[in-house]
């Protein structure tokens, strides 16, 4: 039996020098295993990409976990197995000149242990949605600021407002102004813009937009 706990001694109580605690058995007791993990499918369709690589860890301990918990029970099998064959009745002589035995019950089969997958791995299937959710939020939260020092909010739609305001106002000279609720100051405060400022702060915004989207980013 030791040499089968091997395979599981990082998942094991084990005494001062490293050696399997048993009980009265000879079986192990497995430590506690990860709390915490997420279903990491569910998060990501909610958009919650926060810690992923945290989650994505956490799963990956938990297959290794579930691994060894399937390992102890089939500890426990074998040990029944072997205590169950070591007790059978002896052969009995029939009046014919026959013996009949008593037939042994056949060893469990150990499970697999699962590759260690790294966090990458784990995300690989998600990777194109993470890529986009990662990158929607970058949008969604991104800031510009112009060669006067005036800074602007650049989600998408703060640029289509920009352009708007550059339509509506295409008569105007560079220098007029055009008030503005800078991403500086609080919200619903307008200060002056001039024309001109506006048109960097929307070319910027549309600039990173195209940036944060391009795939070798």
């Not at 369709?45 to 992923?52: D, M, S």
Request: net charge negative.
């Amino acid at each position: 039996m030791t040499n089968k706990l091997d395979a599981i001694l990082d998942f094991i109580v084990l005494d001062d020098e490293q050696n399997p605690v048993l009980n009265e058995q000879g079986l192990p007791t497995l430590l506690q295993g990860p709390v915490g993990a997420k279903n990491i499918p569910e998060l990501i369709a909610k958009g919650k990409i926060r810690n992923l690589a945290l989650f994505a860890e956490l799963e990956s301990k938990t297959e290794q976990w579930g691994w060894a918990s399937a390992y102890y029970n089939y500890l426990v099998e074998l040990n029944e197995v072997e205590q169950y064959n070591a007790n059978l009745p002896a052969p009995v002589a029939n009046e014919d000149g026959s013996i009949t035995e008593a037939e042994t019950k056949p060893l469990p089969t150990p499970p697999e242990r699962p590759a260690i997958r790294t966090v990458d791995e784990v995300l690989e299937p998600y990777k194109i949605t993470i890529f986009k959710l990662e990158r929607q939020s970058q949008i969604d939260n991104a800031i510009v600021e112009i060669s006067t020092g005036k800074k602007f909010d650049a989600d998408e739609l703060s640029i289509t407002r920009l352009a708007n305001a550059l339509i509506k106002h295409w008569q105007l000279d560079d220098s007029d102004i055009i008030p503005w609720s800078t991403a500086d100051v609080g919200t619903g405060i307008m200060i002056d813009c001039t024309k001109a400022e506006i048109i960097e702060a929307h070319q910027l915004a549309t600039d990173n937009f195209a940036q944060t989207w391009a795939l070798n980013s």
